[in-house]
């Protein structure tokens, strides 16, 4: 059983708001247990607007599908910051449970290079339990934004790798998560003409991209360097 609330609904009446909890994650009346937030009331003197009624669904079945837990607490995370979207896809690729959303306010959830997107995937991996979710990473995309994302890094790499090994002058990175440093680190594994290293302190760190010809400056660098970043950027995701 979840101890925490898994979905959020409002309607005219508490017996709408529950439809729209069964409807939305497609479960039936004995998976949930409610709980009436607010019974909502009527405008002042038929002036004002009545306010919802707004009740919460607690999962009480162990059938109930991760997926669908998953599902309602993401949308429930996102109506709370103001952001109206749903779930268009949902499946597991490479031992993680992919979700794709759909939603007019995309810009908003992406962020600036993602940055609101991998806040709202922390905080759902965070609120689901470990051993409920299979210890999966859940990965959270919306409009493909996360391969676009990766091709434009590796472009990004490609091209700067190509400047350093013209001018000799290593090329310090823009910072990033883990998940991005490792895009450029394996974009330039098998670059014969550069090496690259994650330097700084925090999750997001940036990577510089060196000549090989550089590479006796840097004593602390094991021979395979690449390879010792990627290892190291995998433990930090």
Known sequence: MIKNYIFEAEGKTKSEAEETILKTLRL???DVKFELVDSGRGGFLGLTQKKPAVVRAYVISEQVPVEKIVHGVLITLLKKM????????MGDLDGKLYIELSSKDSGIIIGKHGA????????LNTMIDPKLKGNRKIVV???SYRDKREMALVRLGKSIANTVAKTGRSRLLEPMNPYERRIIHMALQKDERVFTRSEGNGTFKRVRIISIKEKHKYKDLEDSVETTQVEEDENED
């Open 28 to 30: 039936s009346e004995k």
């Open 82 to 89: 103001g952001i109206q979207a749903e779930v268009v896809g």
């Open 141 to 143: 995309d919306i409009e």
């Open 116 to 123: 609101t997107l991998d806040a709202i995937q922390f905080l």
